[in-house]
């Protein structure tokens, strides 16, 4: 493909170049060659505009979609969402209400990916925006990508039941149509929320199936974040070897295909990983690493959990006062800024950290306080 782009670019045969740079995307793109797929992509669009006639619009929906999820993988978010709005426009433009409903599935989840609070709204919007789509056409991939992007709006707000409703539908409808995009990213949520509730053999069942599609479709994103919560399943079964192995591979790749967020946060796993098994020092390394690589990424999510990390790491070496100056305004930051479910899962474990320092330290009533409270957010 790029070889027969290359021969029709110098030759001026504008339509086959564009058919050929299309195609030398999406191979780029099923490979991980960000690079190389972001420079097709982009020169296919720029040799479009000498094609006479004009190219028909519906011919640049799987330009923008390709491009927008190679810019998802590399956690440059703001040019995904601009491919993804171009993409429906398209969409909109030809009539073409199923893809119309896919960009709004991508739009959905590239707001929910940059972690934060002010996101949210657009998040919902575009649920809800497809779920209308939906009543107007009937077409059941747009409502499985609509019930999809609700479940991550009740995951924000801490609501996992309803979450997992939704979610459910989806994944049961997705499962009867064949449609394995949806049912690559239901299965990386139902298991992400299996784990945080305690479920962790249903975590790893789901984490497993999950993985497998989204490496059969070549959805290097849902991968990615596959890889992550399926480490922790395995460590919270007690399964240490898989756990590690798993780590090292999602690290492996998230280097790879240079998404800085899953780099930053596995870092954060493996000092975490390292201080439960008692190897503290070696784990303030990795949390002042993951710590920097969020500073310098500018990342908040992978600094703050690099953050508490350091705290509980204080409170093992008995530095007391050093464990608080991170636990105490770390707890406010998470109360302030904190994305969706990281702020009460976050919250949760900031408490117990505070409450173990203070019972340490002979602070026993306010112990008490920081229990109550944290059952009371797990509950």
């Known amino acids: 493909y790029e070889e027969l782009a290359h021969h029709f670019t110098r030759g001026e045969a504008w339509d086959k170049a564009f058919l050929y740079l299309l195609k030398s995307g999406d191979k780029?793109?099923?490979a991980y060659a960000n690079q190389e797929a972001i420079a097709f992509y982009?020169?296919?669009i720029?040799?479009?505009?000498?094609i006479i006639p004009p190219l028909d619009a519906a011919r640049f929906l799987p330009v923008y979609e390709g491009r927008g999820l190679v810019w998802m993988l590399q956690t440059k978010y703001d040019e995904a969402i601009a491919d993804f709005q171009m993409m429906r426009q398209v969409a909109r433009a030809s009539g073409n209400a199923q893809k119309e409903g896919e960009s709004l599935g991508h739009l959905a989840v590239a707001h929910w990916a940059m972690f934060s609070e002010e996101q949210i709204p657009f998040v919902e919007q575009y649920a809800q925006e497809a779920m209308q789509l939906f009543q107007r056409t009937g077409d059941p991939k747009i409502?499985?990508?609509s019930l999809t992007s609700l479940g991550l709006v009740h995951?924000?707000?801490g609501n996992l039941q309803e979450g997992n409703k939704k979610l459910e539908e989806s994944l049961q409808i997705s499962r009867r149509e064949g449609y394995k995009d949806s049912l690559s990213h239901n299965l990386l949520w139902l298991s992400a929320h299996a784990h945080w509730q305690g479920y962790s053999r249903r975590a790893i069942q789901l984490g497993q199936e999950g993985l497998a599609v989204s490496r059969e479709i070549h959805d290097g994103f849902s991968e990615l974040f596959d890889l992550a919560f399926l480490c922790l399943a395995y460590w919270s079964a007690g399964d240490y070897a898989h756990a590690l192995t798993v780590l090292h591979e999602g690290m492996t790749k998230a280097k790879e295909r240079e998404n800085r967020f899953v780099v930053g946060r596995l870092t954060n796993t493996l000092g975490w990983?390292?201080?439960?098994f008692g190897d503290v020092s070696r784990a303030i390394d990795y949390d002042y690493e993951s710590l920097e690589l969020g500073r310098s990424s500018r990342i908040s999510n992978v600094e703050i959990s690099a953050l508490i990390n350091l705290g509980l790491d204080h409170v093992a070496l008995g530095q007391y006062e050093r464990a608080l100056s991170y636990l105490g305004p770390t707890l406010d930051r998470v109360q302030r800024e904190a994305f969706g479910?990281?702020?009460w899962r976050w919250k949760i474990r900031l408490l117990i950290g505070l409450a173990e320092l203070s019972y340490t330290t002979g602070a026993y009533e306010q112990a008490l306080h920081y229990v109550e409270e944290g059952l009371k957010e797990a509950r």
């Open 273 to 276: 990983f390292h201080s439960e």
């Open 28 to 30: 780029g793109r099923q």
């Open 42 to 44: 982009t020169q296919a």
């Open 341 to 343: 479910a990281h702020r």
């Open 155 to 157: 995951q924000v707000r």
């Open 143 to 145: 409502l499985a990508r």
């Open 46 to 50: 720029d040799v479009s505009g000498r």
